[in-house]
């Protein structure tokens, strides 16, 4: 096929093809691929990691409950380990805002390398700079092949199973899939955040003025259990400068619509990432809102730089490093699958019969139009289970979708978005799509045991 302009060429035969490198496309890669099966990452940015490198998301919340189980293992915890045999990370530490029992902070520099070393020593090829652009359908419904765009022009990569892992939704949609958007009632999304790095943090007049001040700062299960987990943990994460902030607003000197400054110690001591820019309103599959989203997100960091200078003991001397390769985007499209995740399920624990990862984090909802964060926390000893069934749609039979665009509600969606659910999704991909291939069976019907048999052994918990 070719225009005037553009011809399309055609490429290899691929096993699996995963569109989108971030956390749960990186893990759906590695699992397939160490089953040995042929294949293909492709990523627009040339790294993986996703919001964790590109969106300068961190640290990952969080591989336990709240009473402290870890409920996400497999891939997700190798990939601490990896990263704490090369200083990369801390591990698990414990979590100072006290919305979750612990926070993993880590080196993006080093996670970017680690991903990558696990999916190539398992055999896969990478396709970096390269963006989804299309799909085609073959005379049986299923998908044949999708076009790609880089340097090179277009190409059609054909496979027999696709992982759309874009967080977006992207090759789903553009497959004519049904999808969701927002909340029910208006289709508004969780706003985006343009994170900031900034160094030369001190972090012991930062640590002594909590201590000092502790009504400047937002615990959520109280100033008491936030000042011990302070003493306990090697890294500060900080709902912060409640008052300080309030009064720079009503002075005209901040505009952005947050309660606080929420900042994150990353695994480097007194460099921290700065998650409080908030842009609403905007739609993060729509490339001018984007563009738009991008240019307010660095101007509110200006503001709050300039805020934390001014005002935050400890950033003083503080230096600020670079914005995040592009905007962090929380909420787009979420897929209707085979079944649809919901609130309930999640605070009510339902028990699956096909529950393929596990998670223990909070919904939690970043206002899309108010200056206000919405959190249902959970009991103590959640441990709520995503079906199989959220991953796949009834049509394309060879689509598994993963990651945060999976099958589910708003609300629901909010709980399992974080980062390490989102590897245990992604590894259950991966999965999927082996046991699709090895037991010549549509990824949309594999038998529940088989994949259940591969997640065990490869130490993931259900
Ligand atoms: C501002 C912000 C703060 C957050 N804070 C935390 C936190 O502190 N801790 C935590 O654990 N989680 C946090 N999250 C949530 C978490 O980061 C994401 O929900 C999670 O990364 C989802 O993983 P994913 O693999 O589904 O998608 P993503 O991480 O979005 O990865 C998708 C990948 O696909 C690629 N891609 C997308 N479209 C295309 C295309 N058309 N062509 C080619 N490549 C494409 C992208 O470049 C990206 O690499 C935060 C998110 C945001 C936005």
């Not at 035969?13 to 160490?34: E, K, Y």
């Not at 300080?244 to 480097?268: C, D, I, M, N, S």
């Not at 699709?436 to 997640?455: F, G, H």
Request: aromatic share 6%; hydrophobic share 40%; glycine share 8%.
């Amino acid at each position: 096929m070719s225009d005037n302009n553009h011809k399309i060429e055609d490429s290899a035969q691929f096993d699996i093809i995963v569109m989108g490198g971030g956390p749960s496309g990186a893990n759906a890669a590695i699992a397939a691929a160490r089953d040995g099966h042929r294949v293909l990452l492709v990523e627009k940015h040339g790294f993986l990691g996703g919001s964790l490198t590109a969106m300068g998301v961190g640290p990952m919340m969080s591989f336990h409950n709240p009473a402290g189980e870890q409920v996400v293992m497999g891939q997700a915890e190798e990939l601490i380990q990896r990263l704490m045999k090369k200083d990369a990370s801390p591990g698990h530490v414990p979590d100072s805002v006290t919305y979750c029992s612990t926070v993993t902070p880590f080196d993006s520099e080093a996670l970017k390398v680690e991903l990558e070393s696990m999916f190539l020593e398992a055999g896969g090829e990478l396709l970096y700079h390269t963006h989804f652009a299309g799909a085609d359908i073959d005379e049986a419904n299923r998908v044949r092949s999708i076009l790609l765009c880089n340097k090179a022009g277009l190409t059609r990569y054909a496979a027999k199973v696709f992982v759309d892992a874009t967080g977006d939704g992207d090759l789903a949609a553009a497959l004519g899939a049904s999808f969701a958007k927002g909340r029910d009632a208006d289709n508004a999304m969780q706003p985006m955040t343009m994170n900031l790095k900034v160094g030369n943090v001190d972090m012991r007049a930062v640590r002594a003025d909590v201590i000092a001040n502790p009504d400047n700062f937002d615990f959520d299960m109280g100033v008491e259990e936030g000042l011990k987990r302070l003493a306990e943990t090697s890294r500060v994460s900080l709902k912060a400068y409640v008052k300080t902030w309030q009064a720079a607003k009503e002075r005209g000197e901040v505009t952005v619509p947050r309660e606080y400054v929420l900042f994150f110690e990353t695994a480097t001591p007194g460099v921290v990432i700065i998650n409080t820019s908030r842009i609403q309103g905007l739609d993060g599959t729509n490339p001018h809102d984007l563009s738009r989203a991008e240019v307010l997100g660095r101007q509110q960091n200006l503001e709050i730089f300039r805020f934390l200078k001014q005002h935050c003991r400890g950033f003083e001397k503080a230096i600020r490093m670079d914005s995040a390769s592009q905007i962090g985007i929380r909420e787009t499209r979420r897929v209707r699958g085979r079944y649809t995740l919901t609130a309930e399920d999640i605070v009510n624990e339902t028990d699956f019969p096909d529950s393929i990862a596990l998670g223990g984090y909070p919904i939690d909802i970043h206002s899309p139009d108010a200056v206000e964060t919405n959190s249902t926390h959970l009991a103590k000893n959640t441990r709520y289970q995503i079906p199989m069934r959220c991953l796949v749609l009834d049509e394309p039979d060879n689509l598994i979708v993963a990651g945060r665009c999976i099958s589910a509600t708003h609300e629901a969606m909010a709980a399992f978005r974080v980062t390490p659910i989102a590897m245990a999704i992604g590894q259950a991909a991966g999965a999927m799509a082996s046991v699709s291939i090895l037991e010549d069976t549509p990824a949309n019907q594999v038998p529940y045991a088989s994949v259940r048999k591969r997640l065990l052994s490869a130490n993931a918990r259900l």
